[in-house]
């Protein structure tokens, strides 16, 4: 038994033990949620250490190698990935508890949240740590009908509709997903991703496979313009089912974009594609922010930020790919939009569990009613102000570390439109949260209804994710080194 | 001047510590009067205000410099023997108006910031005479200027507070001129020394000395802002406003002391050799001195006729300090203080004669008269008075036609104190008999102008007095005031008395026109809108947002989605192969 | 192997099943041809040599899919009060999800053509056969080689039927899962259902102990099984379990909770799922035995839907 | 001790501001014993400090941010000036504040972001790199909106709101600026001359341009001034704080170090943006001035003025001869203490007696007169009346502008004094003549409210009278400049 | 170029998923979407088991097959999930299709 095997054991499998326990006993939800958290937070503090200490791990599932077996691989990135996703979904659990409390009698949405949201992490860290085309398939694929379920969880006729539009979607990526692993496996004879590295040329064959894999992931990160089904279905859900999906399940399939693009099919990253992919993010950017200005109810803001900001990511592909990678500015393109994926996860979430707490208080989430919640609700204001920040990319927070890393990648690289779109993304995030917050420091209406209470240790939930955000872009020094361990391509070095 | 030299004990000055004493304590006499028990009856500090100054000037210390580098950018003070004089005769001057307004002023408006204006204009005006320093000097002409306000609004009537308000603006004008013209001469000369300043601006052009342009320009702005408080024709419309507003005792130190820092600032400043320069104050000077007694005769309020009287006197001492720079002659600068020496004494007396009109009856109101017509005569110049000696110094600053002009000055100078005398007479008399403390300065400062030049002479003139003995220089002295006479008399003649009606001049002739037009500026800029952005609009940036959510409309639907989809693998294989 | 006239033909019916089904008018239709393109797939992957596939396929693919399809249908015509007609005209967005859908399918025959030559893991597999504990090597990739998948694929089923529980109307929870028995007793279909029960269990069960043999296992026999359950119920025979019921829940679980904690005990080999060869044939049996068992209940409950509220009963 | 101590003075603000959030509103005593707490122990330091730097000691701290990058803390004579400045100002304004405010609510919040606004402008005096310089000027403007929407009404939000729109796209064209600049050179730090030129001149003078705009907004360059007078929404020490001790400066800071220590004089002369800089802070200058004397609210006026004022300080640094940064460095220290009088005392006519408008003021002499007096000294101070603090930098500058040949620049003074005795005399001549319409005495109490206005009324007599002293404003300025930027 | 079996399916794959693809976008009904779905699906599994069986001295390659079988459970899982919505978003909206797709909301085709 070593440490790594323990670790990855319980990163993998606590997740989906605790929620086929929680199918098993319906009322236990929330006591089987703290179980989950305790033993999957164990196992991820052990796999940083030893990442930390002894760089990537690497395990052969049932002790059979590539190309027979499927690899797990932890390398920094995936470490922090599952890190922050162990934070996130503590802090989104944690505020779950009370909406989705066990009870007297069993509830149907107190019954289905909870292994719903157990699955939904065990597929996000499955997916993490795959380091096999296929095996991310099936790890995407009950990611994706997980998150469909969290977003019909309500019940509604709009939010089946968006549902069901998001599940269109989900199903055409997962199909053209499918298809080029398919193709991949054929012309190659594996799935592996180190042995695919070496495998993938430039034939028809990887180049179908690689535009149906970037289609199919792009529709499920709701990249511009595959984003119509995002704003309905993130706002639709209940708050802890939309941090989870807006914070975390986007990320994923941007993950094996990643993981594609730069450790599987490093030489067909043609300066055309990383273009068009960073086009698409600088024009998400802008135009999810539009929308989001226009937006008369808080989740609905959040949601289309989400559009915005995703485009963010996508600016790792100019920076960090192709003729790129090799150059020294790579590093800090690469980790600014990772510093970003997790900022940006842990202060959407947090955004997003402000909301729920503000709905719980006024019973709707419209942004009038909003006013003078801050007296109300004083942390949970402060906390969705300090997650404002991180979006804003303003200093001291981990998206102005994203944001300051990918900017002095961009003009290294003497590509500055990367830096000035996202200066311009910042402005309107600055633009589109300062409504909601403006609002909530307004004076309240005379004759509006007093908020209900909410407690104070349910609003340190999102304050602590929004703190952690803050946190990330203090102490950026160390997850920086951290993320760097195993990274494809050039050797990890400073900015220069 | 970056680096002072450092104190052993901070503060505290270097060289005679006396000097630095004269301009404190008025200043301690000053804040004295906001002391609770001094509050009350605060005029009565006044006379102890000046009394340092007037010992310096009567010890007559060897040239002397005081330094004291923690305070402003490095205090310099000297002693000279200018600067001396005209420090005691303002000191005089000070003392007496501060015994005649503790009579004066029974019942005075907030005495308590009269006092301590007072004060602070003293300290301003004895500091102009001891700065060796642009700064000090600069603060101390700020201070008589400014704090002086406070004198001329102290009646607080309409009419005192429209000729403070136009004395301010003035005043403030006249500073800002002041501080640039300054500034340019510190940075030409790299220095704060007034010997300095003066010299850069004469100086050759070359590597490190002021352009040509900037020497002019400093010039200007420095004639400008001394001639404002001089009283230089045009600058002169505050001192027939501002005389008559102010309680009598202010009037005095006004037209007496006050305007002298203006002389003294033109002298210690204006380079010698600058010849233009010269001819040109020689110019407005004389026509000053004209006009200003043109003026002066169509009004009828006492203190405004001796105002255009003073307007009209220092147009003369202007004309031979202009002279003096001119022909680079530093002994008609001399001379111009000594004229001004004799001014501020004749005139300090006349101001306060005025006050003194209203309380006097029978012989010693005839007497009153007396002095003033005699006051009157030694200011034009008639011999045997301190003021032929006056005129006298000046004289050889002048030649041809300019000399003729200065003597036949003495004319318009006995016109308008005739006026005065005219007026004065038909003053209606409200009290028995004046008190002691209101006649006695009165006395004392006429003694002071017709005596006080007669031993000065010596200090000021290397010529003997029986220079002035000469037959010349009686009839110069003589026939001015005869034609004068003879003038007042025709005008007074019964046949034409009552007919002459002059034109209708406001006090302070252009004042109401320029204030008129500066009312209508400062209102012009104050409905001025400027187009301050103010786009901060939700409207506007959701008018940006229309098309996006057009869009956005337009992807909803899965068969655009969908089919976007496929177009973007076509495209990415395109981009790709 | 050379393409015969079987295979070409095959084919065309296929692309004609398969265009009947995606773009006939009526769904019903749609959903019948449907089901038949699902068995003539079966078909193609006999001639592919995949047993394994052809069954899985015949089983779920059009089998349960097409039971899946046609009560959908059929639930969805009685809730639906209007039909969309599709469209009468053809706008532009048609004609251009055609020609894109032509494109992508000329690039992907092209990169089929130009395949490179296969690298097969033919012999991989065969040189770990003899260590993986099941003779029939596709079991091998299934439930050794490649388990996490398998792993991960159970859990989505189960992870499919929360989502479809979640689906259920608030007051209805805790109820019997929806499908009701629809035949009159004697019908055809009742007499069936009295019939098959037994055989299905006895060839679901041959599915799975040969699975590890021949070609067969967890998935075909759990589909089996379920077929027997859901056509009990349908007869009338039984009655659909409650979702709260603990039993029904405990074999939903149990199979991938077993599978999970083997997979955990991997551990103290250093690895994670491993099964020993010294063990791993009666392993892979014991994990296919409640595999099985979980997978058969949980295709039941996905055909039964969400439980309905009891006063529509 | 070196490294400790920047950071010492940096927690006696941070420590407060993060814990006073956590008391409760009753609880005033530990409120205010925690804020005069820290203001006192910073200025302990401080003059500590300032004894030692004197003396030659450098103080300097790291952090590693990400490699290759660090967040540096340097304390230099310049930064002790700033810092110095808003030590003392912080503490006089929490004394104020705290009476100010009595039992008012919302006061943790406040103070607590009050003391966080002091922390992020004890940042940016002790920045030793762009970066931190950039980090903590984002953190100004962060903490500082919650104060300007302290009263949250509606005025007060769109102040907030105007704020930001200005203050956030300025950040972004420093970010760009920065990022620019160190994608050429790699990190810059002040004390160490980076070279430049590896950049060409046309994006030199884009970033310096960058480097404006960011600035600019801070300290309230025209047409970027626009928040300021708006931000008068807020309570009086809030404008307190935006005028005297941070925001602005915060900004006329920035521009010296950029001006001096990022791309140093002889470039900027090369580059020929001096001038450009200088004419833009003179429109500012006079531009502020007319809009002041077209105000009809005191605070709005002050405000104007501000707007005027700072750029001084810019100008000054502008003009890139050492008399002129001389001047610019010592008027952000008499600005200061002019300006936070003014806003003491106009606080103190509206809690007190609600005088607001200018035509209010009418015979409040009388009324209110330490208050008055106070109001009177600082604008006076304003118009540049000798021997008042702005007289000083006034020639300083003047001199400054000849020496570097922009004589132009003394008509700027010139007819700013005019326009600043405008816009101020008449608001003394009401306070002093006018004609009171409540003859009621409405109390200067408590002490805390006025003793600051006297105290800094005072200084800023002190500060222009004892200009030559050693320990002065001026003195410091000089010593700032002969050490650093002289060659 | 002799047409192998293997060749032949997996053109045969190809066409599916080209069909399938467009039967997918193009469908205002939900079900008819999750049919083609289906399609498409097979006619992956159908191109990756030709591809597999491109080595006929090897036989099919028994990874693909195992793949594919995992494909196909996963496939019905997404397919028993989206129908159970699609019933029950048509209980609440009385209707198959999503309001986007509806005729009725649809400006493009406002025929009656």
Redesign the interface.
Known sequence: MTASALALALILTAPLFGALAAMLMGRRGPAIALATIIATAAGTLILLVIIATEGAVHLAIGGWEAPLGIQLRADGLAGGFIATTALVMGAILAVAAKPFAGGKTERRSAYTFWPLALLLWGALNAIFLSGDLFNLYVGLELLTLVAVALVGIEGKRETLAAALRYMMFALMGSLLYLLGAALLYAAHGTLDIALLAERVGSAPGDIVAAAAITGGLAAKTALFPFHAWLPPAHSGAPAPASAMLSGLVPKASFYILLRFWFEAAPDLAGSGVLMLLGGLGAFAMVYGSLLALHQDRLKLIIAYSTVAQLGYLFFIFPLAGGESAAQPWAAGAWSGAIFHALSHAMAKASMFLCAGLIIEAIGHDRLPGMKGIVRALPMTVFAFALAAITLMGLPPSGGFTAKYLMMTASFAAGQPFWALMLILAGLLAAAYLYRPLALAFALPDEDAPAPKAVSRARQFAPLALALAAILLGILSAAPFAFIQIGRPGAAVEGLE | MMTPETAVIPFWPQGPVWPMLVLIWPLLIGALAGVPGLREKPIRLLPLAPLPALLLALARPADATTQAPDVLLGVILTTDTLGLTLLGMTAAIWLAAGLYAIAYMKAPRKPAVFTGFWCLTLTGNLGVFLAADAVTFYVSFAAVSLAAYFLVVHDGTPKALRAARIYIALAIFGEAMLLIGFVIAIAGSDSLAIADLRATLTAPAGEGTLHPAAQGLAIALIIIGFGLKAGLMPLHLWLPLAHPAAPTPASAVLSGAIVKAGIIGLIRFLPEGAVDTGVLLMVIGLASAYIAVLLGLTQSNLKAVLAYSTVSQMGLVIAVIGAGIAASDPQALLAAGYYAMHHGFAKAALFLSVGLLAVTRGGARIALLAGIALLGASVAGLPGTGGALAKAAVKPAFDGFALMLVTASGIGTSLILLRYLVLGARVETQAPHPPALMAGPVIAMGLCALILPWILWSVFDPRPLGYLAGVGALIDGIWPILVALLIAGIALSPPLAGRIRGPAIPEGDIAAPLERGAIRLIRAVTEMEPPVPQAHEWRRVLRVIAPAEALERRLLPWRVSGLVILALIIVVALASA | ????IF??TL?LV??AA??A???GRD?FM??VF?IV??IL?AM??L????I??AL??AA??AG??GV??L???A??AR???????????V?A??I???L??????I??????????E????????AE?LAASGAEN??T???L???????L??S????????????????E???GRAGLRHVTRPGSVLAQFGRILPPIGLLVGVYLVWAGSKQPG?A?QGGTVLAAVWIVTIMAGLMQAPRV?D?AL??A??IG??IF?AL??A??????????PPAHAGWLILAVEAVLTLSIAAT?AM??F??PEPEEKR | MTALLPVLILATSLIPAVATFFIAQENAGWRNALNLGGALIKLGLILYMLIAVAGGTLYEARLEFVPGLYLLLRVDALSLLFVTLSAVLWLLTTIYAIAYFGPKPNLSRFFGFFSLCVFATTGIALSGTLVTFFIFYELLTLSTWPLVVHKQDDKSIIAGRSYLFYALPASGALLVAIIWLESATGPIEFARAADLRLLDDTSLRIIFALFVAGLGVKAALVPLHGWLPSAMAAPAPVSALLHAVAVVKAGAFGFVRIIYDVFGIALVAELRVGLPLAMLASVTIIFGSLRALQQTEIKKRLAYSTVSQVSYIVLGAALAGPYAVIGGLAHLVHQGLMKITLFFCAGIFDERAGIRRIDQLNGVGARMPFTSVCFSLGALGMIGLPPLAGFVSKIYIGIGGIQSGAPWVIGVLAASTLLNAAYFLPMLYRIWFGEAQDDSRPGERPFGIIVPAVITGLASIAVGLFAGWDLSPLAWATLIVERDYLP | MVLSASLLYGLCGAALIGLGLYGFVVHRRLIRRVLAFNVIGSGIFLLFGAAAYRDPVAGSDPVPQAMIITGIVVALSATALALALIVAHARLARSDALPEDDRSGDPDEGRP
């Open positions: 192997m050379i393409a015969s295979d070409l084919c296929i692309l398969a265009g089904a995606t773009l769904a749609a959903v449907y393109y699902g797939i193609a992957w001639r592919l040599g995949a394994d596939v899985a396929e779920i693919g349960l899919t899946l399809l009560a959908a249908l639930r969805v809730k639906a009060g209007k039909e969309p007609a599709s469209a009468a005209s706008p967005t048609t251009a999800t055609a894109a859908a032509l494109v992508i399918t690039g992907i025959a092209y990169a089929f053509l130009t395949l490179p296969p690298q097969g893991l033919q012999g991989h597999v770990n090597p596709v091998a990739v299934l050794n080689f490649r388990g996490w998948d398998t991960l694929e859990i989505v089923l189960l992870a499919a039927l929360l989502g479809i529980w979640t689906l259920a109307q608030d209805a929870w805790g296992g998935f709260a603990r829940r405990a939903l679980v991938p909770v999970l997979a955990v991997g551990i103290f080999a250093g690895a994670f799922l491993v099964l295709l996905l055909v839907g969400p």
